[in-house]
């Protein structure tokens, strides 16, 4: 949904714990989905993405689910380390749209 | 390899001052454009976009203004500067709109 305006939610993680960061959305239409990690100061970052004919993909410590019965979407940080800490964002765009609309963003917060 | 370029990183300016703010990709052709703003704390709204050179789709009715004058360049423009539009402005490049965004490293502009 829409980000603007709305205060970030936050999530504090033990350094070495795994980390879920969930992203609801409404657009039933909705085929293409990425998730952003944002340092202070600096612009968002890709991070992985997934496509509606899919319900699970991997990175490099990350997974990304999609449950379109639920329209949900959640990234897995697996292993978090200090260097993880940042505004996580969620987008989505439908198919053959040249927009993508972003969530709220989570904060994540990595205690050592 | 494809890259960004924003600038300037950081813009302190009057209110009703003029404003230009330009953003370049390098290493791509006939990209889609966006500008966004970020305020403090907050999700990304989008402004501007460009699927070509001369289209400019507007977002949101507002102070400020885009074009595209090349087709790697974007320039974000304003006449008359408020004081609500301070923020952190972001431009992003995309190969079509089901593609992963890649945004610069945004300019900060504060309005005194």
């Known amino acids: 949904g829409e980000s603007v305006g709305l205060h970030l939610p936050t999530l504090s993680v033990q350094e070495g714990d795994n980390s879920i960061i969930n992203c609801a959305y409404s657009n039933s239409a909705s085929d293409y989905f990425i998730w952003y990690k944002q340092e202070s100061g600096k612009g968002p970052q890709f991070i992985i993405d997934?496509?509606?004919?899919?319900d699970k993909r991997q990175g490099q410590r990350v997974t990304v689910l999609l449950n379109k019965t639920v329209k949900h979407l959640s990234l897995q940080i697996a292993a978090t380390q200090p260097g993880d800490s940042a505004v996580y964002f969620c987008a989505e765009t439908p198919f053959g749209n040249e927009k993508l609309t972003f969530g709220t963003g989570t904060r994540l917060t990595i205690i050592p | 390899s494809q890259t960004i370029h924003q600038w300037p990183a950081t813009l302190v300016q009057p209110v009703g001052s003029p404003l230009s703010l330009e953003c370049t990709v390098e290493g791509t052709s006939n990209p889609n454009l966006y500008w966004y703003r970020q305020a403090a704390g907050r999700g990304l709204q989008l402004l501007f976009y460009s699927v070509g050179i001369g289209q400019i789709s507007s977002e949101v009715p507002q102070n400020l203004s885009a074009s595209r004058p090349q087709d790697r360049q974007f320039i974000l423009s304003s006449k008359k500067l408020l004081l609500s539009d301070s923020g952190f402005y972001l431009c992003?490049?995309?190969?079509?709109?089901?593609?992963?965004?890649?945004f610069g490293d945004g300019t900060r502009l504060s309005i005194l």
């Open positions: 992003a490049w995309s190969a079509a709109g089901n593609q992963p965004q890649h």
């Open positions: 997934i496509r509606s004919n899919m």
